[in-house]
């Protein structure tokens, strides 16, 4: 790649250098010279007598000798050599350069403890991070017969970006395959070892795991199709049946030891919804009857849960904006904004997940008993500050009531407006903020008219709105996570009717309720009861640390061309010195896409002790890592990130992992490990358990 | 590093005309003096010195990647589809691919099918490793680019080689088999194995769900799979899975070559108790198995593999011939190449599975086999023109023909392959003293059991003369004792008296299918497929190595060449695929298994269908979609053809019942086998 880049560039500089030959001959001459010098061979003068001799007489006969061929099949060979000659020096050098100490992987460590492999590990796979490859598809797609179209190096998205996003979606209103297309997911460990090249995702864990003895035969990775909901995985793919069948053969033939689950991220919940699914009887459920995860499974270990959702869902759904898929703005960060898809990038970004089922899952569950409302978050008053770039550290409280004693008129964020339309508004008292019945509003707007059919050609449920609708949307001003939900299904109705047979965000009021049954709550842990297991652990393990997405100051789009997405994030919305606005985004603490509330709130407060989501009392552990930026280039991405990828290869929290599945129980690797307020956060939710 | 060293040489042969200390310091002005005074010669030499050699250097390297470029750019420019182009416009229309004219015929996914490969195609993997494999984890060691083979060779088969004693891993080095369906799709980049199959399966609507490669390590034995891996387990479960997540739909089997006798191995394993075995009950074949479509099925085992086990040569691996095939006979290994590939094949119990079973019985004796009277009939002169040339006319006088002992699998000597056995005085080796008169310590870093038999022992071998397919395991017991214990541990050769003595319930006869029944499954049916018309190795003719020291002892003797007999090479050759013989592929299906008899108690339906080999017709065909060779009847559109409408529903009869081109009945007839 890098030589191609530079066979490129050479092209064009090449004829710039002939018409100064002169000047080209000694530029080259120069480097000639530097080259040598790098090989550390000495250039007697003689050389350089001789050279600089040629070089007088060049003139004359050069026009017919250096032709601008040669110059340049001269240089490129030149620079060839020296790539070559550079590459065999670096594959020289000795693994381990004298100077740098790798640190020892904790997976090598404990096995000189003795830790070996005990229980066999499930890894479920998140959001984004598995990989999809195409089984059957349309004309343009030829030749991608069992490639990747989702994960690995992603070229096609570059050759062919309309096929590629055509295969990608789904149909719009069955949420399954559209006709003629088959996109599945890659089966095995190598679906979300590493996201690209180069890119981890499982594959440190996994190598540590190896460490310790785990391979093929103790070691599964439950990859799925994670753009469908989660029941249609089960209905189009018998994704869960496998994950069932697997996992009794783990447990029979590892010598009957329970199966150490390990998921990630989206991974969480679709193991949650697993966990009803595999107890439940045969039409909707796995039929293993009441007890089958007391029997099968030791400890569920969820990194990076998104229990109660992610505010980022829901921007991803508005607007496109702000997704969960930080990968995609790292590996392509020009994509997203450029126009290869013809000025439309984002819409058809927008229309290819809003065919995705799985997106809404993410959506804030619980309401405003979780999230907050108009006037109160449970995240508020807590003194975080953004340290240094990219470090963010939440003082004690005490600090801030000293503040707060200090600035007595200065306003608290309030995180519970999750979209506001205007800086002022996400900072208002309720009171003064005009609000419009917003549900009756809305869904009895005049939504029916369209304005401009031209615009047919990215089909994102916004044309078949009017100015009219977007105005009111905009005039309503704030939204909680309650107010959130009708919007979405105001401006996308098919998306959220097709969703929400699949998911629900709601609290249940009484468990029992046979409506509870269903299966699109199951993966609602505010919804469902843990299975009667009560030596299972529970783990949430999860960095804290970076500033996240918690609410979103929106605009309306001044741009009125057709087809755009007429609400953007307000990035001209900054807060001042202390506030956590910053470019239209209000910020909390998290591990950069999981909010800590969402992520530790069941383990340290819904589901702790005997609650009725836990009736049987299964036990809680939380695991926070404090996120530490790497030190050096030479880290990588660090071995102490939080971060919500790179935590998997946190050294921490690999060795936590490791224990556990070599047989620790959640008391041994030292039971709670704290540093954020969510004990506190906790207790200000007023839910009843 | 080479321009360096020619730098230094146009330093040596320049005249020095001033100390270069000196120059150094003076600056650019006055080191043009001197230049200027150099006459007219001189000027015309510096002509040419201009173009130094580095430069050219740098100019050659330069237009070679730049012509490399370009052409890559036209060949990327060109359209997808030109191939298909050129190739019609060649040879006329392309067929169809079979699943794309199964899928206008209406054809869709029903039974789930499961494949099993056969040894060497599987990929393997690195788990844990010595030091010297370092940043190999999870990276293929066999399968891919064996690029690691070329970077370090000793590393490479330390890795690969398995335990002397135990047959399992060494200590501190985990390889494992690569599963799911990357793991014998393509043995290396380019070269198919499975992938043809899968993608015209996927055409008529097959996906991840409804296919599982039943990946194995195929380096260890059968039983040891499931002891090390619980492969077998693993097996019994994804097709249980499969069957209950497809509607009830019974699982159709392809196993190929070796997989065939793994998969043998299974049905018994599977309904066998507990212990042993895998509990599933005496019907579980019979609930979850709709066919079993054996593609060129060793089932009696491989000659080739009896070259292999005695002198590394003649394997299996006809494939890795093909990927580098100056691999087995150049220097990588300091001159031992061949010591150290059959150190580490002697590792893999697997390889002794595929020693020919049965004995005398189906092999032939010394002075018959079933195959007699073999001639390369006028059928085979399209495909094959070396066999050909004599064949037209004698013809005619076939029967005067000179007879060919087949059943001599390793003769001493072209004369002793051909003399009556009367003439032959054999004698006896098996008690002859292991003499360790060639005490040659300095060969001892490559360990192959050559070196503790001396040279009494081979001296002894070498006087036998001749061997058939029974002496031929006594001979394997005296050159190779270790590898023998440990392989009859795990795999047995003979033929059963009572097919219900208590000690067939034990493990090591479960892939023999001369010394088990098949499973109780009336409605289960079994294909034979395999390939015909090329000569297969049957019968070696093997001489003493002239070097016997530091060497392994043996060698076939390549001088041995007769127009009247299928002797070319050192090699008796008959009609096969190959590497497996028409009688060993398809005797059970022709009559071992054929209704009711002994060996299929349950009268399991049984078809054979062969395919005639037909070279591909040009290179762009690649390797043909019409080959009867051993892999590569793996792309035969007609064999992908049977296969996708038996996994479509289909019945034996449906596909026209038995499709024979070879003497396959008439040699089944000769074999004197009580069913």
Request: with cysteine; proline share 6%.
């Amino acid at each position: 790649m890098a030589s191609i880049l530079r066979f490129r560039k050479l092209c064009y500089a090449v004829p710039l250098k002939l018409q100064s030959f002169e000047f080209s001959k000694v530029d080259q001459k120069q480097k000639l010279d530097k080259k040598e010098e790098d090989a550390n061979v000495f250039l007697p003068a003689q050389d350089l007598l001789e050279v600089d001799d040629q070089k007088k007489k060049y003139p004359k006969k050069q026009q017919r000798k250096w032709r601008c061929i040669d110059s340049c099949c001269w240089a490129i060979g030149y620079l060839c050599t020296t790539w070559w000659l550079l590459f065999f020096l670096y594959h020289c050098f000795p693994a381990t350069m004298p100077g740098f100490q790798v640190p020892e992987s904790p997976g090598v460590r404990l096995k000189r403890d003795g830790l070996t492999a005990l229980h066999p590990v499930v890894l479920v796979p998140g959001i984004v991070t598995g990989g999809l490859e195409l089984w059957e598809g349309r004309p343009c797609s030829e030749g991608l017969f069992r490639k990747r179209l989702w994960g690995g190096s992603f070229t096609e998205i570059f050759k062919r970006p309309l096929c590629w996003l055509e295969h990608l979606s789904l149909h719009h209103e069955t949420g399954l395959d559209p006709p003629g297309i088959r996109v599945r997911a890659v089966p095995g460990l190598v679906a979300a070892d590493y996201f690209a090249p180069g890119y981890f995702v499982w594959a440190v864990l996994i190598e540590n795991l190896a460490k310790i003895g785990y391979e093929g035969k103790n070691l599964y990775m439950a990859s799925y199709d994670w753009r469908l909901s989660f029941q249609n995985t089960e209905i189009r793919d018998q994704a869960l049946s496998r994950l069932k069948s697997k996992i009794e053969l783990l447990y029979v033939t590892n010598g009957y030891k329970k199966v150490v689950v390990v998921p990630h991220s989206m991974g969480v919940i679709y193991f949650l919804h697993f966990l009803k699914w595999v107890e439940t009887p045969p039409p909707m459920g796995g039929g293993g009857g009441p007890g089958w995860c007391a029997k099968h499974i030791k400890s569920v270990v969820n990194i990076g849960p998104a229990f109660l959702g992610v505010p980022k869902a829901v921007s991803s759904i508005f607007s496109a904006e702000g997704k969960d898929v930080a990968y995609l703005r790292a590996m392509a960060p020009g994509l997203l904004d450029s126009e290869i898809l013809g000025l439309q990038t984002l819409e058809h970004v927008l229309r290819v997940s809003r065919t995705w089922d799985s997106v809404v899952s993410l959506l804030p569950k619980g309401g405003e008993t979780i999230w907050g409302d108009l006037d109160w978050s449970p995240e508020e008053g807590h003194a975080c500050q953004l340290v240094k770039k990219g470090n963010f550290q939440c003082s004690p409280n005490d600090n801030y009531t000293d503040a707060m004693r200090g600035f007595q008129i200065k306003e608290t964020e309030k995180y519970g407006r999750i979209i506001s339309f205007g800086k002022e508004e996400s900072q208002l008292p309720s009171s003064q903020i005009p609000i419009l019945n917003s549900k009756q509003e809305l869904l009895h707007g005049s939504a029916t008219e369209t304005v401009n059919s031209s615009c047919r050609g990215v089909w994102t449920e916004y044309d078949e709105m009017d100015r009219e609708s977007f105005r009111k949307i905009a005039e309503n001003k704030v939204y909680t996570s309650k107010t959130i939900l009708d919007l979405l299904r105001f401006v996308a109705p098919k998306t959220m009717q097709r969703a929400e047979t699949h998911f629900s965000h709601g609290i249940a009021d009484n468990l029992d309720d046979p409506k509870y049954e269903h299966y699109k709550y199951w993966s609602n842990p505010l919804e469902t009861k843990l299975p009667d297991a009560p030596d299972m652990e529970i783990y949430c393990l999860y960095g804290v640390g970076i500033p996240t997405e918690r609410s979103y100051v929106y605009k309306l789009s001044p741009n009125d061309k057709c087809k755009s997405i007429p609400f953007r994030i307000d990035t001209s919305a900054d807060g001042d010195q202390n506030s956590r606005l910053k470019g239209g985004v209000y910020f909390v603490d998290g591990d950069e896409s999981v909010p800590v509330l969402s992520a530790g709130f069941m383990c340290a407060k819904g589901w702790r002790g005997r609650t009725r989501f836990n009736p049987s009392g299964t036990v809680t552990f939380i695991r926070e890592y404090q996120h530490k930026p790497p030190a050096s280039l030479l880290e990588g991405r660090g071995l102490e990130s939080g971060a919500h990828v790179d935590i998997m290869g946190n050294v921490a929290l690999i060795e936590d992992v490791l224990r556990v599945a070599a047989g620790a129980s959640g008391s041994e690797i030292g039971g709670d490990r704290i540093y954020s307020d969510i004990l506190r956060m906790s207790e200000r939710i007023n839910l009843r358990l | 590093m080479s321009l360096i060293r020619r730098r230094k040489q146009n330093e040596t042969s320049r005249p020095t005309r001033s100390d270069p200390s000196s120059i150094d310091k003076e600056d650019d002005n006055k080191k043009k003096i001197p230049a200027k005074d150099q006459n007219a010669e001189e000027i015309a030499l510096k002509k040419l010195r201009k173009w130094s050699c580095i430069d050219s250097c740098c100019w050659l390297i330069g237009s070679i990647c730049v012509t490399w470029w370009f052409l890559l750019f036209l060949y990327n420019a060109i359209p997808a589809s030109f191939n298909q182009y050129v190739t019609e416009a060649i040879t006329g229309p392309v067929p169809d691919p079979p699943g794309v004219k199964l899928k206008k015929e209406g054809l869709t996914v029903k039974h789930p099918v499961v494949f099993v490969p056969g040894i060497v195609t599987g990929g393997l993997e690195l788990w844990e490793g010595h030091q010297c494999a370092e940043g190999l984890f999870r990276k293929r060691l066999w399968g891919g680019t064996f690029g690691e083979v070329y970077k370090r060779p000793l590393c490479w088969v330390e890795h690969m080689s398995l335990d002397n004693e135990t047959g399992l891993d060494p200590s501190g080095i985990r390889v494992r088999p690569v599963s799911g369906l990357v793991a014998a799709d393509y043995f290396a980049p380019g070269y198919f194995v499975w992938a043809v199959l899968i993608a015209n399966l996927a055409r008529i609507g097959y996906e991840e769900k409804t296919m599982y490669m039943a990946a194995y390590d195929w380096r260890i034995s059968f039983q040891n799979t499931e002891v090390r891996d619980q492969t077998l387990s693993r097996i019994k479960s994804n097709i249980e899975l499969m069957v209950a997540t497809n509607g009830g739909n019974k699982a159709v089997i392809i196993p190929h070559s070796m997989g065939v006798l793994y998969f043998l191995h299974f049905m018994k394993w599977v309904e066998a108790p507990a212990p042993m075995g895998g509990g599933g009950g005496p019907d579980w074949c019979a609930k979850h198995i709709k066919t079993v479509m054996n593609i060129g099925g060793p089932f009696f085992g491989v000659p080739k593999a009896v070259g292999g086990l005695f002198s590394a040569e003649a394997k299996d691996i006809a494939v890795i011939r093909a990927t580098a095939p100056g691999f087995l006979d150049n220097d990588i290994f300091r001159l031992q190449t061949l010591q150290h590939v059959m150190r580490m094949t002697r590792t893999w119990d697997s390889t002794m599975s595929m020693i020919p079973k049965g004995g005398d019985t189906i092999w032939g004796g010394l002075d018959w086999s079933p195959e007699e009277g073999y001639t390369p009939s006028k059928r085979k002169q399209r495909n094959n023109d070396t066999q050909v040339a004599n064949e037209d006319d004698s013809e005619v006088v076939a029967s005067q023909r000179k007879h060919v002992n087949f059943g001599r699998i390793i003769s001493f000597g072209k004369d002793i392959a051909e003399a009556p056995s009367s003439q032959i005085d054999m004698i006896d080796f098996r008690g002859a003293v292991k003499g360790n008169s060639v005490a040659n310590n300095t060969c001892r870093d490559v360990w192959t059991e050559y070196h503790e038999m001396g040279y009494e022992g081979i001296k002894a071998v070498a006087e036998y003369k001749a061997y058939t397919a029974e002496s031929i395991l006594d001979l394997l017991h005296f050159v190779a004792p270790k590898l023998m214990a440990r392989g009859s541990a795990h795999f047995s050769y003979g033929i059963a008296d009572n097919l219900d003595d208590p000690k067939y319930r034990h493990y090591k006869y479960w892939s023999n299918p001369l010394e088990t029944t098949l499973p109780n499954a009336p409605d289960m049916e079994i294909f034979s497929m395999y390939g015909v018309g090329i000569p297969t190795e049957r019968a070696y003719v093997y001489k003493l190595t002239p070097s016997a020291d530091c060497y392994i002892p043996f060698q076939i003797d390549t001088s041995a060449d007769d127009d009247d007999t299928p002797l070319k090479d050192g090699v008796y050759a008959v009609d096969g695929d190959e590497t497996v013989p028409v009688l060993s592929a398809g005797f059970m299906c022709a009559k071992g298994w054929r209704g009711k008899t002994r060996f299929n108690p349950s009268g399991i339906r049984t078809y054979l269908r062969e395919y005639e080999h037909s070279p591909p017709a040009n290179l762009l065909e690649g390797r043909g979609t019409q080959s009867g060779a051993h892999v590569d009847i793996m792309g035969n559109f007609q064999l992908i053809e049977d296969i996708i409408r038996v996994a479509a529903g289909a019945r034996g009869e449906d596909l026209g019942g038995d499709q024979v081109h070879s003497d396959i009945f008439k040699m089944s007839e000769k074999i004197n086998l009580q069913l």
